[in-house]
């Protein structure tokens, strides 16, 4: 059976070589320039749409842990309550 290229890599490709420090900074400053940062208005947006989910989450877990715990609770303690 033959392996593929894409599994081996190219056969007349020279062994790994390390990219100088000098090259690797003008390949993050290149890339880097690519990115579209948000605007201001857009990550206060985002921020408060974050905020908001976490806190949902939050109160949600939350009270299943208090439903759950009052479960656990009655189970052991034979049904009485407080």
Not at 61 to 82: N, P, R, W
């Amino acid at each position: 059976m033959t392996e593929s290229k894409a599994v081996r890599g190219s056969r007349d490709s020279s062994p790994d070589k390390r990219t100088s420090i000098p090259t690797f900074y003008r390949q993050v400053v290149a890339e880097l320039r690519k990115v579209v940062w948000p605007t201001q208005e857009q990550l206060v947006t985002y921020f408060l749409v974050v905020m908001v989910f976490v806190m949902f989450m939050m109160a949600f877990v939350s009270v299943l842990d208090l439903a759950f715990g009052k479960l656990v609770f009655a189970i052991f303690t034979g049904g009485s309550g407080e």
